[in-house]
């Protein structure tokens, strides 16, 4: 759900498209379960992952930026507000899950 938007809705930090560790910078596609929060391309010899996206801090959205988008992000963080404003069409979204996000 957090695919419109390019910045975390809780904390206004901006996502991730590529890895960031030096040795990577693959472009992060999530095609393997490893979760959000992690590389899907560095792993180690058990093929469990090694680079963990949240220990690498990312720039934060202007504080002026972040109060003009962060209605827009609480449709799809708060499944009450959004009931109430989204047109019917979007009934199936789902909200995205609170927390530090990467991607």
């Known amino acids: 759900m957090l695919r419109p938007l390019h910045y975390c809705p809780e904390s206004g930090e901006k996502l991730v498209s590529s890895c960031p560790n030096p ?26 992952p090694t680079t963990d996206l949240r ?17 827009v992000a609480r449709f799809l963080t708060d499944p009450s507000n959004r009931d109430k404003t989204v047109p019917d069409c979007f009934s199936t979204w789902w909200p995205a899950p609170l927390g530090r996000s990467a991607g």
Request: with cysteine; proline share 9%.
């Open 23 to 48: 040795n990577c910078g693959r472009s992060l596609g999530w095609n393997t379960a490893y979760g959000i929060p992690f590389c899907e391309y560095c792993l180690d010899e058990d093929c469990g």
């Open 55 to 71: 220990n690498f801090p990312q720039p934060m959205l202007e504080e002026q930026d972040f109060k003009i988008y962060a209605p």
